[in-house]
T-cell receptor, first 111, second 115 residues
């Protein structure tokens, strides 16, 4: 059973398009996160949600909008995609302050 | 603000040799510290974590790390490297009172195992 899952695993799209990445966790956690890993493998927090409430919104362009329909899901919607958005996006979840468990990642390529 | 510095973007060791990956942190409050491993084209897997209990922390796959407050370090070691240890290793910090704060990661160390 996959604890934190993401779909799709790969996403190739054109500049200017709008796309979404879905994340689901079956661990019963109450906090979910989105991280971005750039081409140099540097990982940076983008958002965190606790009980469906936005807690952290780092300096991320407002083209990125997280949506949490329930505690088990945190989706990432990206409008007007740009070349610089190409990266691997990781979803993670935790039980509030406890260890964060990561999904397998979604590799986004913007052409 | 907190930060993590991993010395050495690439570390190469021979199979069977000691593995030492260095991590220094900066935090204004007691930290929680983590080591994650990332195999090619995969997500991050937790190796071990320090949360203010024992300063010597044992993790999976024979890895361990020691928290040294005086040196603000949390170096990762393994007595004998195996070919399967080749991967990217990330040290991360979170403030102990940080609630739903995200992790602050170091830039990663690529571990290469020579046969």
């Amino acid at each position: 059973d996959t604890a934190v899952s993401q779909t799709p695993k790969y996403l190739v799209t054109q500049m200017g398009n709008d796309k979404s990445i879905k994340c689901e966790q079956n661990l019963g956690h109450d906090t979910m996160y989105w991280y971005k890993q750039d081409s140099k493998k540097f990982l940076k927090i983008m958002f965190s949600y606790n009980n469906k409430e936005l807690i952290i919104n780092e300096t991320v362009p407002n083209r990125f909008s997280p949506k949490s329909p329930d505690k088990a899901h945190l989706n990432l919607h990206i409008n007007s995609l740009e070349l610089g958005d190409s990266a691997v996006y990781f979803c993670a979840s935790s039980l509030y302050t406890d260890t964060q468990y990561f999904g397998p990642g979604t590799r986004l390529t913007v052409l | 603000a907190q930060s993590v510095t991993q010395l050495g973007s690439h570390v190469s060791v021979s199979e069977g040799a000691l593995v030492l990956l260095r991590c220094n942190y900066s935090s204004s409050v007691p930290p929680y510290l983590f080591w994650y491993v990332q195999y090619p084209n995969q997500g991050l897997q937790l190796l071990l974590k320090y949360t203010s209990a024992a300063t010597l922390v044992k993790g999976i796959n024979g890895f361990e790390a020691e928290f040294k407050k005086s040196e603000t370090s949390f170096h990762l070691t393994k007595p004998s490297a195996h070919m399967s240890d080749a991967a990217e290793y990330f040290c991360a910090v979170k403030t102990s009172g940080g609630g739903a704060d995200g992790l602050t990661f170091g830039k990663g160390t690529h571990l290469i195992i020579q046969p």
